[in-house]
């Protein structure tokens, strides 16, 4: 914890200790050559004990208490939780079902404005969306009305390739293109400990990279993935180009991500654990030092030390000082 003051020219108000120092020497010389002048005519009245204990209490009271003018600040470590989170939202086809209301897509964004709500102004959250290729539309920012506009720009469209997602978020994260080798263990990926990326989809992967390989891979780098699975596993059929197709929720691949990176599944249709995912998404705690005013703890501290140094002055000689 260090200590900084707002009006530190007003510390000069020190320089009086010193003089009161030597004013309070001055009178102990004084008292010693009176109790010499007294012990001549045998008048010698006793020693008070621990005569010394009632100055220095109530010098530094009067100390404190000039300090405290300059109106100390106290810079106080407090946990905190930092870090980066990547949602990445699919925007294929599929997500335009209306097994839930009124589609997927706007489940999916309403689950991202909870999800942002819940971080504080601290946390950069970044977007990628994700068809059969995937974008960044939001690099990652502690702006989060940006994230928010991003997320409601979101349209469907294309195939679904949910490793597509989860790498460029991992590129994002980076700050660099990552290659996926052929073994995932061979990809060239430092450590990220601190960052997360969700994923919100209905989870039917059509295309892309292994959605399992690039699980490895993050918890390898140790970014934690948690899912958010939209739509039902009843599912329903969609119109594309001109044909009926049928889509439905799968978890399957969404619990593999996030059960191989110490990430979080949910449904979005379970709408308590929605709301608790914005705090448990996995970030690093740290402690940052905030300032505080303490002037007002100062001043107490200074008045009991002169009050106790005046009650022990009376208590062994009568008088203060």
């Not at 980066?84 to 997927?104: E, L, Y």
């Not at 690099?139 to 679904?160: E, I, S, W, Y």
């Not at 400990?193 to 992967?205: N, P």
Request: charged share 15%.
């Amino acid at each position: 914890m260090s200590l900084e003051f707002t009006w530190p020219w007003l510390l000069l108000s020190l320089l009086a200790v010193p003089v009161l120092v030597l004013a309070y020497l001055r009178l102990r010389r004084t008292q010693r050559r009176r109790r010499a002048e007294l012990a001549t005519l045998g008048l010698v009245a006793p020693k008070p004990r621990l005569a010394v204990v009632a100055p220095v209490l109530m010098l530094l009271g009067v100390t404190l208490s000039l300090a405290a003018m300059a109106r100390p600040v106290a810079n106080v470590p407090e946990p905190r939780r930092e870090g980066t989170i990547m949602m990445v939202v699919d925007v294929s086809n599929s997500m335009g079902a209306d097994d839930v209301t009124p589609t997927r897509l706007d489940v999916a964004k309403q689950v991202a404005r909870t999800l942002v709500d819940a971080q504080g102004p601290e946390i950069q959250i970044g977007v990628v969306a994700f068809g059969d290729a995937s974008v960044v539309v939001q690099q990652p920012t502690t702006n989060h009305a940006d994230v928010l506009a991003a997320v409601n720009r979101l349209k469907v469209g294309g195939a679904t390739a949910i490793g597509s997602g989860v790498l460029t978020a991992l590129s994002t994260i980076a700050g660099a293109p990552i290659q996926l080798a052929k073994t995932p263990s061979d990809t060239q990926i430092g450590w990220y400990g601190g960052t997360a990326i969700v994923v919100l989809s209905d989870g039917e992967q059509t295309g892309g990279p292994d959605p399992a390989d690039l699980a490895d891979l993050a918890s390898t780098a140790g970014v934690h993935v948690s899912a958010v699975g939209i739509g039902t596993t009843a599912g329903t059929t969609i119109k594309v180009g001109g044909f009926q197709v049928a889509t439905a929720l799968d978890e399957s691949t969404l619990q593999t991500l996030a059960t191989t990176t110490g990430g979080t599944y949910v449904a979005a249709s379970d709408a308590q654990s929605i709301a608790g995912m914005g705090s448990a998404v996995k970030l690093s705690w740290t402690a940052k030092a905030v300032p505080h005013e303490i002037t007002s703890l100062v001043v107490a501290a200074a008045a009991v030390l002169v009050l106790f140094g005046a009650a022990w002055s009376i208590v062994r000689t009568g008088r203060v000082i």
